[in-house]
């Protein structure tokens, strides 16, 4: 699916739109705030640049919302927080430490 989002200013937030049954089935009104979107992707990026964000972290951020609105379909908008991400962020801290790990060995090894 393509994604559909507004960086909201008055919220600090991006909004964004989320079909959980595919693109003929109902959209959903997902929100992430700056704040989630910095400690869960690891960016420092404001504003409007938060959508390219979004964007490029757009799979687990449909995913986490799709789990949230099936657990609760009642909610009018979906507020996404860091807790939603917990597996997206276990994922980055293996990647870190595998490319810490690899140039480590790569200095140990010139070092040698």
């Known amino acids: 699916m393509d994604f559909e989002g507004i960086y ?9 739109a989320v079909y ?3 693109p003929q089935g109902a959209r ?5 705030s700056e ?10 990026e404001v504003g409007q640049r938060l959508l390219d964000v979004c964007k490029n972290n757009f799979r687990a951020i449909e995913l986490a919302a799709v789990a949230r609105y099936r657990a609760n379909k009642r909610q009018s908008v979906i507020t996404l927080t860091l807790g939603d991400f917990t597996v997206h ?12 790990s690899s140039t480590t060995r790569e ?4 070092a040698a």
């Open 35 to 44: 704040d989630t979107l910095h400690d869960g992707f690891g960016t420092r």
């Open 20 to 22: 959980p049954d595919g």
């Open 107 to 110: 200095d140990d090894a010139i």
């Open 89 to 100: 962020r276990s994922a980055q801290a293996a990647n870190e430490a595998m490319r810490t």
């Open 8 to 16: 909201c200013f008055d919220t600090a937030s991006v909004r964004l």
């Open 28 to 32: 959903v009104v997902a929100q992430i």
